[in-house]
């Protein structure tokens, strides 16, 4: 198992196969998933499937989220090639509702920003989010990150987020 990031309050790191329905009841909670887009319990299973492939073939997938002090799993993030920009890397994360506004999130944001600089030959390091999610945008100026125009994805307009390698 390979650790992506450690501090002395969170672990990221691969997600072991038997941790399966560990992260597909992270998205079982509606206020979890409020921001995110529709997505189906079987296609959230795929994504399971996916990620345990990604870690023998590729630098770039999801991983979990430990609390160092007690173990509890805490959530999920993601760097993944973006999709509107493949010159660009796009990080997401999803908290479970006990750690959030705990800066866990922002903490998160910068190590997968670090990450994707450091494994990567990319420049830029994107995020998007919902336009009323306001707290992830707020973690996302704290780490660093510069708000765009908007980003239209499927006639939905999105917060659109920026930072690159010589920024930091």
């Not at 501090?7 to 009841?25: A, D, M, V």
């Not at 493949?86 to 908290?95: A, D, K, M, R, S």
């Not at 705990?102 to 494994?119: D, P, R």
């Not at 707020?138 to 920024?167: C, H, M, W």
């Amino acid at each position: 198992m390979s650790n992506l990031y450690q501090s002395q309050k969170i672990i990221i790191r691969e997600f072991l196969p038997e941790e399966k329905q560990t992260f597909l009841n992270l998205f079982k909670d509606p206020e979890v998933t409020q921001y995110l887009p529709q997505v189906s319990p079987e296609r959230y299973v795929e994504m399971f499937n996916e990620l345990l492939e990604n870690y023998k073939t590729g630098n770039l997938s999801r991983w979990a989220i430990f609390d160092t002090t007690n173990n509890n799993f805490i959530g999920m993030c993601v760097a993944r090639i973006f999709v509107d920009n493949t010159n660009q890397i796009e990080i997401g994360y999803v908290l479970s509702k006990p750690y959030w506004g705990k800066g866990i999130a922002t903490e998160v944001c910068k190590a997968l920003t670090q990450y994707s600089f450091s494994n990567t030959d990319k420049n830029e390091v994107v995020a998007i989010t919902d336009l009323d999610n306001s707290g992830s945008q707020n973690v996302l100026q704290k780490a660093g990150f510069k708000r765009l125009s908007n980003l239209t994805r499927s006639e939905e307009e999105l917060a659109y987020f920026i930072t690159n390698r010589a920024l930091l």
